[in-house]
């Protein structure tokens, strides 16, 4: 979940006021999945909702070993930019 995610992965990267805005608005502006996927899809019906999470699946599953490949390139060529925004 995306509230779990943030801890890890941004916020090593935030100062102390975006650490802040993330902590008070993230968990009071997430909508639940449902309401969530069903923004998302073409209509609230079970089956564009499925398609879209299907959808989503297929994105990630594109873009996990190219964003894999980006971050050991950016490692190798000392490119990782670590300081905090």
């Known amino acids: 979940p995306c509230l779990a995610a943030y801890p890890k992965e941004l916020e090593p990267y935030h100062g102390w006021t975006l650490r802040r805005v993330y902590r008070l608005g993230l968990p009071r ?3 639940p999945r449902q309401a969530f996927l069903a923004r998302l899809a073409a209509s609230e019906s079970d089956a ?3 398609a879209a999470v299907e959808d989503m699946r297929a994105l990630v599953a594109v873009w996990t070993p190219l964003l894999r490949e980006w971050r050991r390139t950016f490692v190798e060529l000392d490119l990782e930019d670590s300081r905090r925004v």
């Open 29 to 31: 502006g997430m909508l």
């Open 48 to 50: 564009d909702v499925q």
